[in-house]
């Protein structure tokens, strides 16, 4: 990999997110093969690719949920080294947990709290944000996302689409600079999708730099800036999404959308 | 079944037509059975009558026995009694000789005697009565009337040719019985007379006053002696004052509730409700002795012919030989089911007789006093029981002719309420006296001898019920077939969770019953348990303290130790693990012995309560650990994650998100912990905490009570358990807020 794919448009101001050489080992297994990637403040990237091919990973790598085994990760300027000494990665690492906001295929909300405390929670405790001004910040996401009437509800009492949004809003009310999305929508009903694809399509809209995870290519075709497909560990192909669906360089591509169109 | 023969009547199912027959029948025998027991018809189940007298003739070859049945009840001493053999009373022989009863409705005996010689047998009725009998042919040889009735108490001389009692306005007359008329009559005292009794010859008479007792001449009507109850010092009248004074109070502090003279005339013993014996000198008035040991009112007492023994009978339902000399008690006579009323020595040489309100005349070997060594008995149900029956077969001929017009108008609660009647009725009427029958120490023929009819009547309950609840049925009454098919299955679904609930606490009724009449056969001293009850309860709250700061120290130990557990640092990792590896490794009764023993041995004097905390505490602590670690670990790993992905440290997600879950996870099992603390807590009763079971054992060896004070403490560790395991299903549902739907 001489020259790393995904670093092109270097020359067009400062990445928020740069990845470079990263590499992840699940003990033997080799499920990050070293990859290279720039994204640009309110750019949308969607990754795609074929299950077992190191997406999630990949997005979960960015903010240390998994620890990388090798390469460096920066995020609005905080750079991160894999192995570096625990002490002082254990502070980058809670920075850019700050700075990145992230959505989960499997919601996560916190059942024992209702719609409001789940999005207060965090400020309030990580960020110190006065109780008040935590709830009048949660109760205008909550009218963002549509979910006003919903803020005293328990998760229970949730559809899954309505606990995504919420979600969102909770990762949101962190004032985070991008956002991780990891299959937001794969654990949803088919009938429940659009109103997160909507949710997210306003947020990429508004400027927001995401990085999405997803089998949504509507989303992908619609919205993204640029598509990547991840296979065997590697970007098999990145391009705009017009020339990625349409027109695709790579072999690997046209394999893979051929079997999922 | 005229009233069949309706047009309706063709669509009745063949099942819902024999249920109403059933409950025709039932109705019919129900109330026959009512009417024919009022007429004092032949339908009346046996009972067994209360006993107000004993006597054996002096040869030892009859004994007598009156009755409030009206009779007398006569029963032939074998020759020779073996040690070995219980010999039960025959039924076909219930009356031996034709002679056995003496007229007069509800006449009942008050007094039965053999005469000296052993030839006549005098018996007195409540309703005034004298009857005697020549003991060879059982004719009647003299038979008269005192003018009098009812009669509070007699008692006749042990020569038999006097006899006294006391009418219902408490005044005292003494009749010559030979020559058939009063030769004393004494009018009534301020106070309320009980009891009376003549000595050997008939010439002095004592009568229970109250706390005292008078003793009259009854030749001049003059009062010898009033016993009354007075202080050691001579100086103190109340029995506090004289307790500071330091001295013994003398005499009974309840009522006088039985009395005997000694065979010289020189002592009077008298028993009273305030459990004691007390045996009074006659020449100066002054108590000589006095006897504790029974649990109750003391019924009955009679001299020995030597005058040196006597045997107290009570209604603790125990016997006891006393030696007058000190009064000291040489043997206890346990095995009566009620209260003893007669006690008698012989027939034979080391032998005594006594005869109870359970309808048994006992005889014993006083060598081997606790084992019944022959006896007879007449056993039957007690007569409340027959009321009750008598009162139930009125309510359920009754009901059985509602339900059956509730039925045949088609109406849905008949059904109801018959399921409710044929399951909770019979449970509750027929269960406690049957139990009381099967559970007697006779042989199976004899109590079925008893019981059928009893049994009976709860196969056709049972029948009932078996009919009632069959499917077609059920379905006829609960869904009726012009309903819409969907309320048929509402009723249904309705039909058969009340049905389950009939049944689950008719289930609880019958367990409920059984446990009952299993206590009962303990043998308890009922007012013993009421007068300790509050002190055993006190102690109740101090188990259930101890138990809450325990299971709090517990609850804290064990989040710590499930934190080493699950902890990457080897520290904390080994310390915990050594932690549970010690207290698991060792009994908890052995850990509460180190730390009460082993504390003050380090200076460090801790209140034994203090103390059973920490033990209760650090064991539970080591146990509930697994369920926290398990706790923690069930939270799924998306939730560390998210609040992870939202920048919280690793031990704001532990507290604002995990430990929460965590502890609704844990609350059902620490709720079990606690439950089984709470009874556990029992152990530090050897470090003196004055909780339930410390408080048990001490009454209980004081008076060597313990079967009433351990069930007194059983009682309230359930109740305990109870109360919790209500608020334990409150605070589970709090928890699960957040998963309520």
Known sequence: ???????????????????????????????????????????????????????????????????????????????????????????????????????????????????????????????????????????????????????????????GGQQQRVAIARALCMEPKIMLFDEPTSALDPELIGEVVEVMERLANEGMTMCVVTHELHFARDVSDRVILMADGVWAEIAPPSEFFTNPREERTRQFLAHIL | MEQFKDSSASTLPKQVRLLLILLVITAVVSLLYVILNLLGGPLQLPTVSQVHSLDLAPNGSLAAVGAEDGLVHLWIVPAEIRADVTRDFDVSAEEPWPGGTLAGPGGAVLAVGFADDGQTLLAVTRQGLVRAWNVADYAVTQEFNLGAEPLADVALAGNRQVLAYL??????????????????????????????????????????????????????????????????????????????????????????????????????????????????DLQTGEASWSSVGHWDDVTALTFSEDGEMVLSGGRD??????????????????????????????????????????????????????????????????????????????????????????????????????????LIGPVLVLGLPLLEVLTYPLSLGLKLQIAWPLLVLLGWYILLLVV???????????????????????????TLRMRFGIYSVAVWFALFVILFSILRRFNLDISFMGSWLGFIMQGSFITFYVSALSIVLATFLALLGALGRLSKSPIANAGSGFYISLIRGTPLLVQIYIWYLGLPRLDIVLDPRVAGILALGVNYGAYMTEIFRAGIQAVSRGQREAAQALGMTGG??????????????????????????????????????????????????????????????????????????????????????????
């Open chain 1, 1 to 159: 990999m001489s020259e790393p794919i995904g670093t092109q448009e270097e020359d067009k101001g400062k990445p928020i997110i740069r990845v470079r050489g990263l590499h992840k080992y699940f003990g033997a297994l080799h499920v990050i093969k070293g990859v290279d990637l720039d994204v640009m403040p309110g750019e949308v990237v969607v990754v795609i690719g074929p299950s077992g091919g190191g997406k999630s990973t990949f997005l979960r790598c960015i903010n240390f949920l998994e620890e990388p085994s090798a390469g460096t990760i920066e995020v609005d300027n905080v750079v991160i080294k894999a192995r570096e000494p625990a002490r002082e990665q254990r502070k980058h690492i809670r920075e850019i947990r700050q700075k990145a906001g992230m959505v989960f295929q499997q919601f996560n909300l916190f059942p024992h709290m209702t719609a409001l405390q789940n999005i207060i929670e965090a400020p309030v405790t990580v960020k110190g944000v006065s109780k008040q001004e935590a709830i009048d910040k949660a109760e205008e996401l909550l009218g963002w996302v549509g979910l006003s009437e919903k803020r005293d509800e328990y998760p229970s009492r949730l559809s």
């Open chain 2, 167 to 280: 009418d219902d306005a408490g005044a005292l007359h003494v009749w010559d019985v030979v020559a058939e008329q009063e030769i004393r009559s004494i009018p009534p005292s301020d106070n309320a007379r009980g009891v009376i009794a003549l000595n050997s010859d008939g010439t002095l008479l004592a009568a229970g006053d109250g706390t005292s007792a008078e003793i009259w001449n009854v030749e001049t009507g003059e009062l010898l002696q009033s016993l009354q109850p007075y202080c050691g010092d001579g100086a103190s009248t109340t029995a506090e004052a004289c307790e500071e004074a330091g001295q013994d109070w003398l005499g009974h502090e309840k009522q006088v509730t039985s009395l005997a003279f000694s065979p010289d005339s020189q002592l009077l013993a008298t028993g009273s409700a305030d459990t004691t014996v007390v045996f009074w």
């Open chain 2, 317 to 422: 339902f125990k016997t006891r030989d006393l030696r007058v000399e000190g009064g000291r008690s040489t043997a206890i006579f346990e095995g009566h089911l009620a209260t003893v009323n007669g006690t008698a020595y012989g027939p034979r040489e080391g032998t005594i007789a006594t005869v109870s309100d359970d309808g048994t005349l006992r005889i014993w070997e006083t060598g081997n006093q606790y084992t019944v060594h022959l006896e007879w008995s007449r056993l039957g149900l007690q007569p409340l029981w027959g009321t009750v029956i008598v009162i139930w077969m009125f309510v359920s001929g009754i009901l059985a002719l509602v339900i059956l017009w509730g039925l045949w108008r088609l109406h849905l609660w008949a059904h109801l309420v018959a399921m409710a009647l044929f």
């Open chain 2, 468 to 494: 009632l609840t069959r499917e077609q049925v059920a379905n006829f009454y609960q869904a009726p077939h012009d309903a819409s098919l969907s309320q048929q299955i509402t009723v249904s679904q309705r």
């Open chain 2, 652 to 741: 704001q997600t532990f507290r604002r998100i995990i430990l929460p879950q965590a502890f609704r996870i844990v609350i059902p099992p620490i709720g079990n912990e606690f439950i089984a603390m709470m009874k556990d807590s029992s152990l530090v009763s050897v470090m003196a905490v004055q909780e339930l079971t410390w408080r048990a054992n001490k009454v209980g060896r004081q008076y060597f009570r313990g079967m009433e004070t351990f069930i007194i403490a059983a009682l309230f560790y359930w109740i305990l358990t109870v109360i919790f395991q209500l608020l334990q299903g409150r605070l589970e549902e709090y928890m699960a807020r957040g998963e309520r739907r």
